[in-house]
């Protein structure tokens, strides 16, 4: 009986010397106990393969969750890394492409026999400008033209084999400006992309790059926070820049090019017969 007391007690006992709760004293009770009853022995050692047992099923268990996990780790890591290699490409593209366009406006560029117009808007006002050039020879020709159409202004400047003429007509009054500093106006063709790779990589990642199509042309169109600008897929130059002006009205400047179209008869020199000559 007295045995029997003391079983209960040990085997209460039990669970908490497995988890090494109970105090030295307890323990050697425990112990000596155990060295002397068979039954208890038993006891402890089917809790102890009980607890080894649910040990396994926890380990399996949180196995089971860090594969579950790990793989979805994975799985992000792959979407992270395929999110950078489309950026990166794309950033690579818009580079390539503005770099292209830049190396065909460099080679138009050096064309010395073009001819331009230009138009550039800004609320009521319009600017038409027309060029000639060759060989270094121009005609150019600056309206300005307002909405009222009272206002009208025209700047003219021509340069032939080194003579120059400068001519300025404000609704009546027509003057002739002194070309020593006024001249030099001819007009280049525009582009609006840097020529070095790494400025147009820099300006990648700050803008977007789309094909478009502009005044009936294929170009790539150039945007960022504050412009627009159209490029001829064909030529590199400038077709159409949208300035977005934040309280004024947007400017838009629309380009024209022509090459190996200008003769020498297109640069006729201006009859200045009824204008007045300034002093600037
Ligand atoms: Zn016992």
Redesign the pocket.
């Known amino acids: 009986m007295r045995e029997n007391k003391?079983?209960k007690i040990?085997q209460d006992l039990l669970p908490n010397y497995i988890e090494k709760l109970t105090n030295e004293e307890t323990n050697q009770f425990i112990e000596e106990?155990l060295k002397e009853?068979d039954?208890?022995k038993k006891v402890l050692e089917n809790m102890q393969k009980d607890i080894q047992l649910n040990a396994g099923k926890q380990d399996k268990r949180e196995v089971k969750y860090m594969k579950k996990y790990s793989n979805k780790m994975r799985v992000l890591k792959y979407i992270l890394l395929a999110l950078i290699v489309i950026y990166i490409a794309v950033v690579l593209r818009r580079t390539f492409i503005m770099f292209t366009l830049s190396e065909k406006a460099e080679e138009n560029k050096s064309y010395d026999n073009y001819y331009a117009k230009i138009y550039s808007y800004q609320g009521d006002s319009l600017i038409i400008t027309e060029s000639y050039n060759k060989g270094g020879n121009y005609l150019t020709t600056m309206t300005r033209i307002t909405d009222d159409g009272n206002q009208k202004t025209k700047l003219t400047f021509y340069n032939k084999d080194n003579e120059k003429i400068a001519l300025l007509e404000s609704g009546e009054e027509k003057y002739i400006l002194n070309s020593e500093t006024t001249t030099g106006w001819n007009v280049s063709p525009v582009t609006y992309v840097a020529d070095s790779f790494l400025t147009n990589m820099e300006l990648a990642f700050i803008i977007g790059v789309d094909s478009d199509y502009c005044n009936g042309k294929e170009c790539y169109v150039i945007k960022g926070s504050s412009y627009e600008r159209y490029i001829d897929k064909e030529t590199g130059l400038a077709i159409r820049n949208i300035d977005k002006n934040i309280g004024q009205n947007d400017r838009i400047v629309d380009y024209e090019y022509t090459f190996n179209i200008v003769e020498d008869s297109d640069i006729v020199k201006p009859d200045t017969v009824g204008y007045d000559n300034v002093e600037t």
């Open positions: 003391e079983c040990v106990h009853c039954e208890c």
